[in-house]
């Protein structure tokens, strides 16, 4: 990002694009990916790798490589732009798509593969003689939890965005009707 005098307040915008990468690298995620991305989030007309690496001051390198994995989760997309050869990016604005998008690569590359290996584990351990009971049924435990939390993720990616963000509303009615919060606890 062009550099911001220590008198001028950096714009909303450019906050925006800054705690995006902040809260990226929290969550796992390169913060160049996360800035690239805040940046092609807001950005009105597609943008090319010279633009985005001026514009956030990261090499061109890093933006290349950036930009590579940001395609791959489907977060942005190459589109043409007439008379100009270069590769021009845009991203997914929609953000309940952006959310189901990011949802689905990070069940893809992190919880099936956790899923796998929890399996593995249990069924290994239970064909050992001397696995101390108390483990077995801990591993068994994680198992259920996970496999269990993995089917309601599949669940919750089927329902159409709008019941999503109806049930995302609904907050303290849902817990209500569940009878969560204070009035009773199973």
């Known amino acids: 990002m062009t550099e911001i005098s220590d008198n001028q307040p950096a714009s909303a915008r450019e906050q925006f694009i800054l705690h995006w990468g902040d809260m990226g690298g929290q969550w796992g995620v390169n913060r160049s990916v996360a800035q690239i991305h805040a940046l092609l989030f807001l950005s009105s007309k597609p943008l090319h790798a010279e633009q985005i690496s001026e514009e956030l001051g990261i090499a061109r390198s890093n933006v290349s490589n950036s930009l590579k994995e940001l395609v791959s989760w489907r977060l942005i997309q190459r589109v043409p732009v007439a008379g100009d050869r270069r590769e021009h990016f845009v991203a997914e604005t929609d953000v309940w798509?952006?959310?189901?998008?990011?949802?689905?690569?990070?069940?893809?590359?992190?919880?099936?593969?956790?899923?796998?290996?929890?399996?593995?584990?249990?069924?290994?351990?239970?064909t050992e003689q001397d696995l101390d009971?108390?483990?077995?049924?801990?591993?068994?435990?994680?198992?259920?939890?996970?496999?269990s939390a993995d089917r309601w993720s599949e669940q919750m990616l089927k329902i159409p965005k709008s019941k999503l963000s109806m049930l995302l509303k609904m907050g303290d009615k849902v817990l209500s009707l569940l009878k969560v919060g204070g009035k009773t606890h199973d």
Do not use: S, Y
Request: proline letters at 4%.
């Open 133 to 147: 009971p108390v483990a077995l049924q801990r591993m068994r435990d994680m198992q259920e939890f996970v496999t």
């Open 97 to 126: 798509e952006m959310a189901l998008r990011i949802t689905k690569g990070r069940k893809e590359r992190e919880i099936e593969p956790a899923i796998r290996a929890i399996d593995m584990c249990v069924q290994q351990a239970e």
